[in-house]
């Protein structure tokens, strides 16, 4: 029987990137059966509008700016950007008067997160990274509890707020098929299938190393390569075993049941998928020469409580690959049983009862 909670609203933000979105996205099933009623808040033009509009939610923008932490003539007008943000979220604090405000990150959040607190709006932030990033470390002190994906995060949090919740996870993720995904891709099944994952924009450094391990792992693997816009390879399109795609929407689920072992970099999201899924992985973080790393100290993570089998992108070469593949694939087992104990698999439920629970619809 539905349970229908009358009258209560809920305000979602986070943008910037998809991984900001798609946990809010996976939300709505869950708060639409709820009977809340749900508005977005995002930049004018990011990214994330075109992907909330497409669910049917009502989206307000509002301007923003980036937080830097090196020198930029954007450093000077950004401030005065950010302030028009929060002065447009208090306004929608007021018009729309909701119960409850759920925060995924972002620069665009802060404002909103700010604005809530003014407003007396309880709120909740999810941090997927082990450590929260500048957005949400601006944000965390407004907030009335901030879940997360891992249980060393719990040390950097407040003790009175944190929740270790995992990461919302889209419900059609859980439910591909493996015979669909190898009718889609035209690969037999009858050898293990190794699937990479780069992102919607790929990995040059990976992408490299996997094509130069084709011939030593096409005679024990088939390949399914997901490569990144603009980074097929035409030479390689008759390889038997191996497909390439640029990227994947709506046949995901299917290629992710089909794979036995992923090879994936470490972003929190991506990965919180792959443990929600109990997929055995090999991950490749991005290196610290790049970004802030938190990949790096994600794929740690994983690998201590017996998810992953990590290789630095240093040391990621054809034979480090073969042979860490190898390994996870012959040892999947394990892997499937530490993930299938973890309590942070999917964090869909421990949020919606914290929204229903700060908004009073469990009163």
Request: aromatic fraction near 6%; hydrophobic fraction near 40%.
């Amino acid at each position: 029987m539905k349970n229908t909670y009358f009258s209560k609203k809920v305000l979602l933000t986070g943008g910037g990137t998809a991984g900001h979105v798609t946990p809010n996205i996976a939300l709505l099933p869950g708060l639409r059966q709820a009977g809340f009623e749900i508005r977005y808040v995002g930049s004018y033009s990011g990214m994330e509008r075109g992907l909330i509009e497409k669910e049917g939610i009502p989206y307000y923008g509002i301007s923003t700016g980036k937080f830097r932490r090196y020198l930029s003539l954007k450093n000077l007008s950004d401030p005065f950007r950010v302030l028009k943000g929060y002065s447009e979220a208090v306004k929608i604090m007021k018009d729309y008067k909701p119960d409850v405000v759920f925060s995924k990150g972002g620069f665009v959040s802060v404002p909103v997160v700010f604005a809530a607190k003014k407003c007396h709006v309880p709120v909740i932030i999810h941090e997927s990274d082990m450590t929260p990033g500048l957005a949400n470390r601006l944000s965390i002190p407004s907030a009335t509890k901030v879940c997360c994906n891992f249980p060393e995060t719990l040390e950097k949090l407040p003790a009175d707020k944190a929740v270790l919740s995992g990461s919302p996870i889209r419900k059609e993720l859980m439910e591909g098929s493996r015979q669909a995904g190898l009718v889609f891709t035209g690969l037999s099944g009858q050898r293990p299938i190794l699937m990479m994952m780069g992102g919607s924009t790929g990995s040059r450094a990976v992408n490299q190393v996997l094509r130069q391990a084709l011939p030593s792992l096409l005679p024990h693997f088939d390949v399914i390569h997901l490569c990144g816009k603009g980074n097929l390879d035409p030479l390689l399109e008759r390889q038997t075993g191996y497909v390439q795609y640029e990227y994947i929407s709506r046949e995901l689920k299917d290629l992710m049941a089909a794979a036995d072992v992923i090879l994936s970099r470490a972003g929190a999201n991506s990965i919180c998928e792959l443990l929600a899924l109990k997929k055995p992985n090999v991950l490749v973080p991005l290196s610290a020469a790049v970004s802030r790393g938190d990949q790096i100290l994600n794929a740690a993570s994983f690998e201590r409580q017996g998810f992953s089998l990590v290789i630095q992108e240093e040391a990621l070469t054809p034979e480090s690959l073969l042979e860490g593949v190898t390994q996870v694939y012959e040892r999947r087992a394990d892997y499937i049983n530490a993930m299938s104990k973890s309590k942070q698999s999917n964090g869909v439920e421990i949020v919606l009862n914290l929204i229903k629970e700060l908004s009073g619809a469990l009163q």
